[in-house]
């Protein structure tokens, strides 16, 4: 049986979907979500295998919601009344969508295409949709006490990873997130993010200083005060990516 939960902000939506899905013996609806903050926190109390997830919500989209999970994810199916993101993103990656008005043959194809998924290949295919040049995601999730709170990319200041655990450092307030640096390495924007070493990756919009240390390392000032080191394999990477290069 295959557990699967529907993410859509309207109603009706999730309505036609819990009909469509009905017809499908081998398929069990766990639960649903109206927003891209709930469906982080069912996708992590529930644990579906498959996730149907509209595009389109306010606050937090579905490829915000991709990206601010971690691995290894439910497989996925995006949902979106806006052919151009299907036509932009989807045809050149493995994870299936669906355009609305959702049809029950369209469904039925994109259950097949998404089950015959390995999860290395469901992972990959998400990944290369977060780093399309009109869907890298903009907003994270992140965790404060029992509460998720969305974080806007101009708000981050860096991530910095410590003991198997990810920060996300913004102004004021720092958060925890799911996704490992590797993981937000893949998907962000290499013109607005740049790793500096194994543990941290910093917005670059905030450094306002690099200074060159004894043996090749580096010593990133922020905005904010804190220094950050950069490694030697990545000094020259990071003056280049401020300079523009």
Do not use: H, M, W
């Given at each position: 049986m295959i557990r699967v939960l529907i993410v859509d902000d309207e109603l009706p939506a999730r309505e036609r979907l819990r009909q469509l899905l009905s017809t499908f013996k081998e398929l069990q609806i766990v639960d649903e979500a109206g927003n891209g903050m709930q469906a982080i926190e069912k996708i992590d109390r529930v644990r579906p295998d498959l996730v149907l997830l509209d595009i389109q919500m306010p606050g937090c989209s579905?490829?915000?919601?991709?990206?601010s999970l971690s691995s290894p994810r439910p497989?996925?199916?995006?949902?979106?009344?806006?052919?151009?993101?299907?036509v932009d993103a989807f045809e050149l990656s493995a994870v299936d969508y669906l355009l609305k008005p959702i049809t029950r043959a369209r469904l039925s194809r994109a259950l097949e295409r998404v089950q015959a998924l390995s999860e290395t290949e469901a992972d990959a295919s998400v990944d290369r949709v977060a780093r399309h040049v009109h869907m890298t995601p903009m907003r994270f999730l992140?965790?404060?006490?029992?509460r998720f709170v969305v974080i806007h990319q101009t708000d981050v200041v860096y991530l910095h990873s410590e003991g198997g655990i990810t920060k996300l450092h913004a102004a004021g307030q720092?958060?925890?997130v799911d996704p490992t640096l590797n993981d937000f390495e893949r998907r962000l924007?290499?013109?607005?993010?740049?790793?500096?070493?194994?543990?941290v990756i910093v917005n670059l919009d905030y450094v306002t200083e690099v200074d060159t240390?004894?043996?090749g390392y580096g010593d990133a000032l922020l905005k904010n005060g804190i220094r950050l080191e950069v490694s030697r394999?990545?000094?020259?990477?990071?003056?280049?990516?401020l300079e523009g290069i």
């Open positions: 579905g490829i915000d919601v991709a990206a497989k996925l199916i995006f949902c979106t009344a806006f052919e151009q993101y299907a992140g965790r404060c006490g029992s720092n958060y925890l924007d290499p013109a607005v993010f740049c790793r500096l070493s194994r543990t240390l004894i043996g394999r990545r000094l020259r990477y990071l003056l280049a990516k």
